[in-house]
């Protein structure tokens, strides 16, 4: 199959995010060579006349959805409705274009938060729809979910080879390091990096370090997303009772713990303070990775080298 897909014409929306750069860094090392792209100033994929206007004159036959509206717990909770509607009329209307234009492949990227807030752990996927969500990012949760559920109506209407791919929290290359919309582990570094700059006796983190979560190099994911092109089909998922597939490393450690894995990496020796009074979102978010392990992929770079590597970029690209 993959000798096929790389001479297909490939649509990756969302090429400038850390998530979808990497992944055109990966297509591009694999020779896939017939990709098109579109920056934001380019087509807003919120704009369904311009969505459709796209694939009208391009048609593209095989589809990667790594556009989205994405943000930590202070920018998910502040602003909600821009998070819900931007969201759902991004892949509303490329979901919609890719089955009007006949796409063969569809590949939608979701996220972990779209499990319920106590879901038993690690999550399954079928503990999707199995409880209440996480208020500081339902609305984004919520946006995905119904992502999820249109390429799976697609399937089961007119058979479109349309999936979801859920990944655990990403890092890596191009990622985020505001303090103020950025998500934990880029702001961490980012963090410990100004207090080592200031000599900053302290450092202070948000809720009580106690949550747990998984993380993966964001180099990984494209590794498994070139995988799911080549080998996985929508039919692998409904067929077996799933709606999406949970990619991640299937290992988790407390924020305190990151936290003291990258005030190392940066080099801060100062105290780190924890504010309880701030939230500490889901307790726990670890994913279960069986079903892709069982298919045959496996994540391959362990957190401290993954930690090392972007703080390098860190250092040489922000300035």
């Known amino acids: 199959m993959s000798s096929a897909i790389k001479n297909k014409k490939i649509y990756l929306a969302g090429h400038k995010g850390m998530v979808g750069s990497s992944i055109l860094r990966e297509l591009q090392k694999q020779n896939y060579n017939n990709v098109v792209l579109r920056d934001l100033n380019e087509l807003d994929l919120r704009n369904q006349t311009d969505v459709n206007k796209f694939f009208d004159s391009e048609k593209p036959e095989v589809i990667i959805i790594a556009a989205a509206k994405v943000g ?152 498994a997303m070139i995988f799911m092109l080549e080998n996985i089909n929508a039919s692998d998922l409904y067929e077996n009772g799933i709606s999406q597939l949970n990619i991640g490393t299937g290992k988790d450690l407390t924020i305190s713990e990151l936290a003291s894995i990258i005030s190392d990496t940066v080099g801060y020796n100062g105290e780190i303070v924890y504010d309880s009074a701030k939230p500490d979102g889901t307790p726990r978010k670890l994913m279960d990775v069986s079903r892709i392990n069982s298919l045959g992929w496996q994540y391959r770079t362990e957190l401290k080298d993954g930690i090392d590597k972007t703080y390098n970029w860190y250092l040489e690209n922000i300035k």
Request: aromatic share 14%; net charge negative.
């Open 72 to 223: 930590g717990i202070l920018a998910n909770n502040t602003y909600r409705a821009e998070f819900i509607y931007d969201n759902l009329m991004i892949q509303a209307n490329l979901i919609n274009a890719s089955y009007i234009n006949k796409v063969e492949k569809l590949i939608f990227l979701g996220s972990s938060c779209i499990y319920p807030k106590l879901a038993p752990q690690p999550l399954k996927e079928e503990y999707l729809l199995s409880g209440y969500l996480e208020y500081t990012n339902e609305p984004y949760a919520i946006a995905k979910i119904a992502g999820i559920k249109l390429c799976e109506s697609y399937y089961e209407q007119y058979r479109c080879n349309y999936f979801s791919a859920m990944p655990t929290n990403m890092y890596g290359p191009n990622d985020n390091f505001d303090l103020e919309t950025s998500h934990v582990l880029p702001a961490l570094i980012r963090k410990f990096h100004d207090a080592k700059t200031i000599n900053a006796p302290t450092v202070t983190l948000w809720g009580s370090g106690k949550p747990m979560r998984e993380f993966m190099y964001v180099e990984d994911l494209a590794d």
